[in-house]
């Protein structure tokens, strides 16, 4: 799987955890979109700069483990 799928499979995971917590609750809390929003930004913005840019691999490191970090943080929060 290329790289530059992963962004997508994050927005379809928080697509559906919105759409769930939607059906549930009949609203979205503003929190949990705020969230949301971050997360795509910070998930698709890292993983342009992996692609598109020339950066050190000591940087490359630490953008992945960023990344990963914000997955596993906003897996948690979202609670799916």
Known sequence: ????FVPWLWIIYVAYVLYKRY?????IEKSITLMA???LIIVSGGFSLL???DISPEFQLILN???????FIMKTLFGV
């Open 51 to 53: 692609i598109y840019y």
């Open 23 to 27: 059906k549930e609750n009949s609203y």
């Open 37 to 39: 929003v971050i997360s």
């Open 1 to 4: 799987m290329k790289p530059e």
């Open 65 to 71: 483990i960023l990344i990963i970090i914000v997955l």
